[in-house]
Every structure is written in C-alpha cells, then in structure tokens.
C-alpha cells in the first residue's frame, strides 16, 4: 500500500511537549475519503492519551477527534462524499462490523473494540493511528460525516466528540418535553448538554459548583440554576428531576445529585473521574432509581445530532487558536481557563 507524508502536530514521549512531525497517511483505497483538515477540536481525551495518564499511549502520538475538513480525493467506490465536500471525522474510525453491536449501528459499543481516530490498532499501516492534529486524513467512507452547511465549521469541530457525546444519552433515555432535566457542571461537554437538552423541548436545570456560573448558564439555556454548594437548594429541589446527564470528570458526591431524581429517574455519568465514585445503595434503592453512563455515539447518531445541529443552528462555544499554541492551550485545559472548547485552526500547520 502506497503513502505519503502529512505535517502532524504530536509527541514523543509522556513528558515532551508537542511539536511538528512527520506522519505517513495510506494513498486511498476504493472506499476511501481522503480529506484536508480545516479544524480540529481540543478534547481532555487528547491531553490524557498525550501525558499517557490512561496508561496506553503508544509514541509517537497524535492526538485529535473532533475533525472538520473537505473532501480532497476519494475512492473508486465511494458513494457518499464527492470532491469539494464539507466532511467530519469524530472519535471512530472503523470497527469489526460483524458483532451484535455493530450489525445493530451502535459501531461504539463494538465487541472487539472499535478502532479509535488515534492510539488504535493501524490494520492498514500495521502501526497506531493518528489524529486530527494533522494536515489530512484517509478514512473509509462509513466513517465519515456529512457537515451542514449553514454551521460555522471551527465551532462545529467539537460537535464530533463532545457534541455527539451528551446528545447519546438524551436520546437513549428519550430526553424531551414535560420533562425536568438536570446538566451537572458547565465545561465542554456540559454547555453542549445544556443546548441539546433545551432544544429538545426539556425544562433545562444546571446544577453547579459555581455562582459565577450562573448567568451564563442561563443563556446557554438552562431555566433553572441549582448551586450544589448550597445544602438549601438542593434539599428543596429533592425529587423534582426525571433525569441527570452527569458531565464532570473531577471527584464528587453523586449520591448528592441522586437525590434530585424523580421515582424511576436515571443519573447517566458522561464525565471520567480518575477514581471510582462511591454509590451509597439507598440512594437508589428507595425510589428505583438508576446510576448509569454513556460513551460517544454511533455514526448514525453522530450524523443524527449533526442535522440536528443544522436545522437548530447549535455549534460549541469555542476558542480558536493555532496548532503552535496547543501546548499552553493543554495547561489552560487543565486549569479550566476555556470556555467551553478549544478549537485548532489547521491552516497554521501550513505557515
């Protein structure tokens, strides 16, 4: 199989920073799109598998989920993209396709493991994948998305991970009108769980640590603001909540916000605490309450929540830097000093 080489931004090592390399990309095969990245999102997934704090970076690594581009060459037998086309890559980049899961379009749950935009399994270069913080990519048309044209495209980038991520679990748990749902914390995913939500017709409660949270959160959406620090609120909002997307990856109480789900109410845990979170079993038990999680989505919902996206003009509030600053733009990540997602513009990977 022919290749040919692509700027990339990456790193060697868990404690190098990232800097300009060299990466091979495969010459199209007959299913292939090949496409040249105009954005590329900023995920905490990026960061984690940089650092190796997940404990599975194979280097070099080159990290990058939430692709926007067009479409520069495709293969003799794709059907589903042309030349010149807007196109979306997020987090998947193939599966088995022959399990229960992936016969069934949820590619995302595949048995075998689905092969990830970058840090998998390379079965056509025989070597990891590579991301998004990249020149271009090859990937096979089933794993590419059709982006809307009406949408702004850098701040439609991080639609692909962090969008589709929260828009899974309000669809699986039939998010919609009449209901009372709760977002917990206001970052990267949860400002796009607060749109989502409300575009669904839900009454929107934002439940968060912090006050100075509060207007921005209302226009996000949110109807309501409950502050977890506040043991009054919280106790006079007891029971009025049929479910809770659970959007933060730092250590806390979820036995707290358990108590604001209705009988029967569901808490779907989306954000990745270092450290397993302790459940007290009353906190489920009296009221058949459920604590449960959620990953991406599948293609057909990715594409799902990008019409979506589409017809209701919704996009990720974002920060557009360039690919030299993703260094500083990682230690600002870690300090949360983004609102709500950095976003890569990949035409000064070429300067």
């Known amino acids: 199989m022919g290749t040919y080489p692509v700027k990339a931004f990456g790193t060697e090592a868990a404690d190098a920073a990232l800097k300009l390399l060299e990466i091979e990309r495969r010459t199209v095969k007959p299913n292939d799109v090949a496409i040249d990245i105009l954005f590329c999102g900023v995920c905490h997934s990026d960061l984690h598998t940089a650092r190796n704090e997940w404990h599975h970076t194979v280097y070099p690594n080159v990290p990058g989920h939430e692709i926007v581009g067009r479409v520069r060459e495709v293969g003799a037998d794709v059907t589903k993209f042309k030349v010149g086309d807007l196109a979306a890559v997020g987090c998947m980049v193939d599966s088995c396709r022959e399990c229960e899961q992936c016969k069934q379009g949820s590619e995302q749950y595949c048995e075998k493991g689905n092969i990830q935009t970058?840090?998998?399994?390379?079965?056509?270069?025989?070597?990891?994948?590579?991301?998004?913080?990249?020149a271009a990519i090859v990937v096979d048309e089933d794993f590419v998305l059709h982006v809307p044209k009406n949408l702004d495209l850098a701040a439609t980038a991080p639609l692909l991970c962090a969008g589709v991520t929260t828009?899974?679990?309000?669809k699986h748990w039939k998010v919609g009108p009449g209901q009372k749902v709760g977002i917990v914390g206001i970052g990267g995913l949860g400002h796009?769980?607060?749109?989502?939500?409300?575009?669904?017709?839900?009454?929107v409660v934002v439940i968060t640590t912090s006050a100075s949270k509060v207007e921005d959160a209302k226009r996000l959406g949110a109807d309501e603001v409950i502050l977890s620090t506040d043991e009054s609120q919280m106790a006079a909002n007891s029971n009025t909540l049929h479910f809770i997307l659970d959007c933060v990856s730092a250590q806390h109480d979820v036995n707290a916000y358990l108590k604001l789900l209705k009988v029967d109410g569901t808490l779907a845990l989306v954000g990745a605490p270092e450290h397993p979170l302790p459940i007290a079993p009353f906190s489920l038990i009296p009221a058949r309450k459920n604590f449960a999680g959620s990953t991406i989505g599948s293609i057909e919902e990715t594409q799902e929540m990008l019409d979506f996206c589409g017809e209701h003009n919704i996009t990720s509030d974002i920060e557009l830097i360039n690919m030299q600053d993703i260094n500083t733009a990682y230690d600002r990540l870690l300090s949360g000093q983004v609102k709500y997602r950095f976003v890569i513009d990949m035409a000064s990977l070429k300067n």
């Open 167 to 170: 828009w899974s679990p309000l």
């Open 192 to 203: 796009m769980g607060v749109k989502f939500a409300k575009a669904m017709g839900a009454h």
């Open 118 to 134: 970058y840090n998998s399994p390379d079965k056509h270069l025989n070597k990891q994948t590579f991301g998004g913080y990249s």
